[in-house]
């Protein structure tokens, strides 16, 4: 399985605002896509919801570089950075797909939360063993 998780996709036309590029809000979306796709097909997704919990963005921090438009092929590497007791540092590159120009670059803090409760809880080891941790000289 992957440790850096590829998303890629076609910027759709409604993702576009009114400077004809698309929307900074669209980021964020693509994001927790991308993140969320690495944990399904790492098994760590199946992994919370077997201990009865979930996880969600505490916080998220956005770099850009050069817009994106609507019709281009877009690429999100995500990978996740650390683990802490009740959170994950996950990381993110989005480019331009045709030439791996870098669009922008991001960070998140996901907590790891009972489902029930909506209260942290601490990451069991059956998720953090979905996923290798990418130490930073080895990201992309």
């Given amino acids: 399985m992957p440790a850096i998780f590829e998303y890629q996709f076609t910027a759709p036309d409604t ?6 590029h698309v929307n900074n809000v669209e980021y964020i979306r693509w994001m927790q896509e991308a993140a969320v796709g690495h944990s399904e ?5 199946r992994a919370a919801r077997e201990v009865g919990a979930t996880g969600f963005v505490k916080t998220h921090h956005i770099e850009y570089f050069r817009p994106a438009f609507a019709g281009r092929e877009i690429l999100v590497l995500t990978w996740v950075a650390d683990f802490r007791k ?3 540092f996950r990381k993110y590159k ?7 120009t870098l669009l922008a670059k991001a960070e998140t803090l996901w907590v790891f939360v009972d489902a029930g409760t909506g209260r942290p809880r601490p990451i069991p080891e059956q998720v953090r063993n979905a996923f290798e941790i990418v130490p ?5």
Avoid: W
């Fill in 86 to 88: 009740s959170s994950s």
């Fill in 15 to 20: 993702a576009v605002d009114a400077n004809n």
């Fill in 94 to 100: 989005i480019l331009r797909a045709k030439d791996q």
């Fill in 41 to 45: 097909i790492q098994g760590g997704t």
């Fill in 136 to 140: 930073p000289d080895d990201e992309p």
